[in-house]
DNA sequence: GTGAAAGCGCTAACAG
DNA sequence: CTGTTAGCGCTTTCAC
């Protein structure tokens, strides 16, 4: 705009009557210099009303204090939690932070790492979509963190649907059902593996039956096929890869008038906002994942001051656990 | 990291034997260099790697190609849609595209602003809580653009509840209703205000009583009070403030055993990510949020490139309509 | 059409 | 403890 010419340290020096290298280290250094001349330099550097510029700083120093976080689907309500974590936690920590859309593209992501990687200290990537050794490799060169995605040797902060899983199974084997049915999500993600792992492997300790099915698309539009093919393989509980997908789910079974969970029970994951406003409201695997947003920030802050004395990297595992609400019920006979 | 010093103008200024200034131009003024070095430089530049730094050109030129959205809550669904085309449209035009929350105050609001003046060439404010006179005072020194909120003299893009508030009364007045009480959001809020001028002009132009009941917190939780309070009114029809209100209003009275739409008709606005989920489906004013986001990020970039010949600045004003789904039926008698 | 040189605002040696 | 001196990587006069 008019520009009127920002108040810089040179300006704070002279009326201060001290060198800039001096302003800059009451400012940044503040035992390095004479309390009283440190005192004097900040009152003067007030009354101006100096504001460092955050551009220049970093081009000198290399130390951005911002942070970019990547998502694959800003729109998609899964995310929301862990958005809002990181950005709350890279606003307590001083830090600016950048939000962007990778349109569940591999290259998409990769691409936003290169171009913003000189303006940025480090990126935590949700639900990365790129290839392990892609993932690797870029992260020699950057500061990277995942969330909800696991790669050995890279620090990352993921929701163990191991337990939440375990619950589903648990939860319907008390409640008489012998098999069920996981309508996956897209078969390269992270969760989809890791969930079908885990039902697969409770279901086998309960002596149930599980298939899987799909992949579908992990969106409420995908419930239609997902809902009809499950009915198809005659489960009478069907695990659906997400809420989206098992609103989606519920919303075709509505249509085809199966009473739920009267024939059907249904299960998603996530419980995203809504997932108790549905009829039925949904029973669903809830974690903390504001909780992993948070803590993915804090790896990549903890990482960038201690100078690679990390013995290794970190891997925070937070746990999940089953909400039972009222799409789930006895088994049909 | 192991930062392998990246490649700069001067590298391939040297490896193709011009002057870090032709390097320069070739990149950003092709028209002003001899084809010939332009394609050679190019190469070269290609050849290694080459990435400008984007810090180094913002000090030096002042255009940071960066962007800054400020939102009082993230995590308010309402906002989903105004920072998804924000952010989109951001993108497009290749600018980076940060996001911060300023919960709610105005303080908050301010500080967010001086402090990233610096690194961003503009802002888009949704939902701005600051005062007029605030507001425009910032205007002078930084590029603003509001979003669904209005100040005389600044740039905007709002979503008009006018057409949708006119529509909801026509509906209830076809429906036999005679009176109706709006739930009202916060007093300061730019929306509630427009909202209840236009329910209260539509009403009385249809010989209808329509009485503002509030202010109730716009969340969920505060539609327990809500919907007490509108009962205790006596109204046959309650049009909440927003959609989260309304789904609260909703539950208050499934757990008093008021049916809906049977005794009471209940409405919201913006037709938030599960309005059409909830039991019964929520009838709601919807509007085109996403477009605003990226209108509001057009009016950014075009004000700064127009060298202030602007004849006024631009105020974008979309529409909105009613989405009729079953909370709302006949009056009871 | 191209090169040399001067900074943008700040920090970080290096002397004193 | 503080001042002087170089740059960080880039753009932009100003000469040639």
């Known amino acids: 705009m008019s520009s009127p010419r920002r108040t810089t340290i040179y300006d704070v020096a002279r009326e201060a009557g001290v060198a800039a290298s001096t302003v800059s280290r009451a400012l940044n250094n503040p035992r390095r210099v004479n309390p009283a001349t440190r ?23 290399g130390h951005k204090a911002t942070i970019a976080m990547l998502v694959p689907d800003i729109t998609n309500p899964h995310f929301f939690g862990t958005i809002r974590g990181a950005e709350k936690r890279a606003s307590e920590a001083g830090l600016t932070f950048i939000l962007a859309n990778t349109e569940e593209s591999a290259d998409n992501e990769r691409n936003q ?71 996956s999500g897209p078969h390269r993600s992270w969760p989809a593996a890791q969930r079908w792992r885990a039902l697969r492997a409770a279901a086998e300790a309960h002596g149930m039956t599980a298939r899987r099915l799909g992949p579908f698309p992990p969106r ?29 789910v519920l919303r075709r079974l509505a249509e085809r008038g199966v009473p739920v969970p009267g024939q059907v029970s249904v299960v998603g994951y996530d419980d995203i906002f809504g997932a108790d406003l549905c009829a039925p409201a949904l029973t669903t695997v809830a974690g903390p994942h504001e909780e992993a947003g948070r803590a993915a920030v804090e790896l990549l802050t903890r990482k960038g001051s201690l100078s690679r004395s990390q013995p290794a990297p970190q891997q925070v595992v937070l746990s999940s656990h089953l909400v039972i609400r009222r799409s789930t019920g006895p088994a049909a006979r």
């Open 113 to 183: 790492i290169e171009r913003l990687s000189r303006s940025v200290d480090g990126f935590v990537l949700a639900a990365s979509r790129m290839q392990e050794a892609t993932t690797r490799e870029l992260a020699r060169e950057y500061n990277l963190v995942l969330v909800n995605r696991q790669v050995e040797g890279l620090p990352s902060a993921v929701v163990d649907n191991g337990a939440g899983s375990r619950q589903i199974v648990e939860h319907l084997a008390s409640l008489g059902h012998r098999s069920l049915v996981y309508l």
């Open 220 to 248: 409420v539009e995908g419930g239609g096929v997902a809902a009809d093919a499950g009915l198809g393989a005659g489960a009478t509980a069907l695990v659906a890869h997400n809420d989206l997908l098992a609103i989606g």
């Open 39 to 61: 005192e004097h330099v900040l009152a003067v550097a007030e009354r101006l009303g100096y504001r460092p510029d955050p551009l220049a700083t970093a081009l000198q120093s």
